[in-house]
């Protein structure tokens, strides 16, 4: 039985937005819901009326109202929303003009810069100008290769503001792995800046970029934020201008350009670690109004509240983040390690600017929880009310230590989802407890189950998680796949007209959702489906252990679990601990899960966006190759898994 760590006092929940969009879904529709059960399963079972009232309460600001909400809730892939609607997406996200202020950017050189909301609206109108000077127009691809700081923001703005797509990596992407992507998509302009800040040192970006335009002629012009350099040398690059040159000297008002809510205004990338990254092209009004959703109702998002999420340029969450803009909240923006100069430094800042939600990813949680940090006993935390985490799902433990060493009256959403829908299936609850190791929540409007290998849908059992109607986000073609091959296989090969996203997971009798991992990278020994989850949380215990990868080995026509550990500094792999390791699993998760190798490794290989690549490391050790190293962080990491004289016996 999951242990309940929180919940919310009356007071807050009748404060909460999702309360309050519950009372409005009552009135208008003759409702009577009280608890978050009955108000999901309405929204599931009328998509459309449950869309409308999303519309209404985001109060989406469109020149032309739509004539339908959705033809066909069970048409998967093609269901068109909101048809007959204008909108544009950056309209709405710079809908707020006053003082407050809407961006902090902090950098690891101490840095901090503020814009008020009038600030950025300037801002944005002088860079669109400029923008619409070089005859950027709707369907042009503008992008980044940039820190996560203010001019990412504007450039983004400024490019939808005129219909144009965006698309960013981050700036420790190599030259192969940018190339991968842009290289796909054939932007015109490229913001950059010179360079950016990891563990106290300045890293150069100019030389890379360089190295990018000579592959990549789809480029016109090339503007670069000075940030690690006050004047940077740009002299080598083609078409470059500094960010002050190229923007426009006055601002003036935006002409909003006025386009379909299935207009693209996003290309995403998956990681690529199989091929060329896939490039998903996600509409304006889909993207807006479930980003909507998920910071209004399941965020509890408000006008004048601070909301930060450790992310790079290169992830979703980034974008997440961004559209927070459209409610009135003030981001805070960070560039750099936040482990640096101390392991400290993010709850250092979360007191400082007083932040009221605080995003980061498991893999933080645990590094931080390792390092012995605790920050609800070293700084004040008062003003937080809910911590996010996503990237890998989060151990019991580590919900446990989240509640005893950072703030124990806190909402803790770990929320699930991927850049696929730039959103989440699972998420937080601010009307609903928090229970060690689950989700709060499937998301409203989402229709997902957990499937079973043939097809049905189970409760409190693992199974492949599925959703079975049509939602906004969903992207609306892939790029270069005219007749939706790669889409289909994607999404739709495994149950027809159902998304399968690719998670192993378990909704349970209360409605959370318990994530066991990548489906793709389930383990089947002796035939029965098992979630690295479940073992990668026993490891996160151990202190002599910094990081580790487990995968399946075909052997003797069945599956064997092997673990390969990368030691940390002072500690040896050794037979004690290997059957310290193994009888923690077997007590801890099942026999099953217990590994029949243990093997120590030098690194852990990991994608650009910091996700384990258990399927390449399986490839590895089936001697298969992997096609697309440039997706990895630390290819060379992969070295180690060939030919190990260990797995052959």
């Known amino acids: 039985m999951a242990k309940l760590l929180w919940k919310p006092s009356e007071k807050r929940k009748?404060?909460?937005?999702?309360?309050?969009?519950?009372?409005t879904v009552n009135s208008k529709y003759g409702q009577n819901f009280t608890d978050y059960d009955g108000l999901y399963q309405w929204s599931v079972d009328n998509i459309g009326n449950f869309w409308a009232a999303m519309w209404d309460f985001a109060q989406i600001k469109a020149s032309k109202k739509y004539d339908e909400v959705i033809d066909d809730p069970e048409?998967?892939?093609?269901?068109?929303?909101?048809e007959g609607?204008?909108?544009n997406f950056a309209e709405n996200l710079l809908r707020f003009r006053n003082d407050n202020t809407a961006l902090i950017f902090r950098g690891e050189d101490s840095v901090r810069r503020t814009l008020t909301y009038n600030e950025l609206y300037d801002e944005v109108s002088k860079v669109a100008a400029s923008l619409k000077k070089h005859?950027?127009?709707?369907?042009?691809r503008v992008v980044g290769f940039i820190p996560n700081m203010p001019e990412a923001i504007i450039a983004m703005l400024a490019a939808t503001s005129l219909g144009a797509t965006w698309s960013s990596c981050s700036p420790d992407f190599g030259i192969k792995g940018v190339l991968d992507r842009f290289g796909q998509t054939e932007p015109r302009v490229l913001f950059t800046a010179d360079g950016y800040f990891f563990k106290g040192k300045a890293i150069d970006s100019l030389e890379r970029i360089a190295g990018i335009i000579k592959e990549l002629p789809s480029i016109e012009k090339i503007v670069v934020v000075p940030y690690t350099k006050e004047k940077p040398d740009c002299s080598n690059l083609p078409n470059a201008v500094l960010y002050d040159d190229f923007k426009a000297k006055k601002a003036e008002e935006i002409e909003f350009v006025q386009l379909p809510f299935s207009h693209p205004v996003y290309i995403m990338y998956s990681s690529g670690t199989t091929g060329l990254p896939k490039c998903m092209v996600q509409s304006a009004g889909g993207v807006l109004i479930n980003q909507m959703k998920e910071l209004l109702l399941h965020t509890d998002l408000k006008e004048k509240e601070t909301i930060f999420y450790f992310t790079t340029c290169g992830w979703m969450m980034w974008n997440w983040l961004t559209t927070s803009l459209s409610v009135g909240a003030t981001l805070v923006l960070y560039d750099g390690n936040p482990f640096h100069p101390g392991p400290d430094a993010l709850w250092k800042m979360a007191e400082e600017e007083k932040i009221d939600i605080f995003g980061t990813s498991a893999g933080y949680i645990a590094a931080l929880k390792n390092a012995g940090v605790k920050p609800g006993k070293t700084f004040d935390l008062s003003s937080m009310k809910s911590l996010l985490s996503t990237g890998s799902p989060l151990s019991k433990e580590d919900f446990e230590f989240i509640y005893d060493e950072i703030k124990g009256d806190l909402q803790l959403s770990s929320i699930s989802g991927g850049s696929d829908l730039n959103g989440c299936f699972a998420l937080g609850n601010p009307m609903g407890g928090v229970y060690s190791g689950e989700l709060q929540c499937r998301g409203l409007g989402m229709k997902v189950f957990a499937y079973d290998d043939d097809g049905k849908p189970v409760i409190g059992q693992q199974g492949e998680l599925v959703c079975t109607a049509a939602f906004p986000s969903m992207p609306i073609y892939f790029w270069n796949d005219e007749d939706r091959t790669r889409y289909m296989s994607a999404y739709f090969e495994i149950f027809p007209g159902i998304w399968a996203h690719g998670d192993f997971i378990e909704i349970t009798e209360r409605?959370?959702?318990i994530i066991y991992g990548?489906?793709?990278?389930t383990l089947n020994p002796g035939g029965v489906r098992i979630g690295t989850a479940e073992i990668y949380r026993r490891i996160e215990q151990l202190k002599e252990i910094d990081d580790s990868v487990v995968v399946g080995q075909r052997w003797n026509n069945d599956v064997?679990?092997?673990l390969f550990v990368k030691m940390a500094q002072g500690f040896n792999l050794n037979e004690n601990l290997i059957n310290q390791i193994k009888k923690d699993i077997r007590l801890n998760a099942s026999p099953r899960h217990?590994?029949?190798?243990?093997?120590a490794a030098p690194d852990i290989p990991y994608t650009l966006n910091m996700k384990k690549v258990e399927l390449a490391v399986k490839k590895v050790i089936h001697g298969q190759e992997v096609k697309n190293k440039d997706a990895l962080k630390n290819p060379e990491a992969l070295d180690f898994f060939s030919d190990i004289e260990e797995l052959k016996s």
Request: glycine letters at 10%; aromatic letters at 10%; a positive charge.
């Open 518 to 521: 990548r489906s793709d990278a």
């Open 135 to 140: 005859d950027i127009k709707p369907g042009d």
């Open 85 to 87: 609607s204008l909108l």
């Open 594 to 599: 217990v590994p029949a190798k243990i093997i």
């Open 75 to 82: 048409k998967m892939p093609g269901a068109k929303w909101f």
């Open 560 to 562: 064997r679990v092997i």
């Open 511 to 513: 409605g959370g959702v």
């Open 14 to 23: 009748q404060n909460s937005n999702m309360y309050r969009f519950m009372q």
